[in-house]
Nanobody, 115 residues
Framework: QVRLVESGGGLVQAGGSLRLSCAVSGSIFSFYRMGWYCQPPGKQLDLVAVITGGGITNYADSVNGRFTTSRDNAKNTVYLQRNSLNAEDTAVYYC?????????WGQGTQVTVSS
């Protein structure tokens, strides 16, 4: 069974940094694209960043250069490095992976930014 497991969430002060990890059970090469979504409290789910199997990345305009996604194929892990965090970044962050068989979601990890 395919599983995506996020980690690295928690409480951070405004202006701080945090790195989220998404561990893929099995081979990360089975996913042609992986990405990150966030859902702030009371708001819709929004795309944050994507990374293809070839390492090409795209980001939402709202990220404004503060986030970087990367992947370590040897560790079957995708990362989301987030810098200059502010209160608006408080959200549940989800890892997603796209395979030929469909889209898979992690369980989410809570990030809370205190001002």
């Amino acid at each position: 069974q395919v599983r995506l497991v996020e980690s690295g969430g928690g409480l951070v002060q405004a202006g701080g940094s945090l790195r989220l990890s998404c561990a893929v059970s099995g081979s990360i090469f089975s996913f042609y694209r992986m990405g990150w979504y966030c859902q702030p409290p009371g708001k819709q789910l929004d795309l944050v960043a994507v990374i293809t199997g070839g390492g090409i990345t795209n980001y939402a305009d709202s990220v404004n250069g503060r986030f970087t996604t990367s992947r370590d194929n040897a560790k079957n892990t995708v990362y989301l490095q987030r810098n200059s965090l502010n209160a608006e970044d408080t959200a549940v962050y989800y890892c997603v992976g796209d395979r030929n068989t469909g889209r898979y979601w992690g369980q989410g990890t809570q990030v809370t930014v205190s001002s």
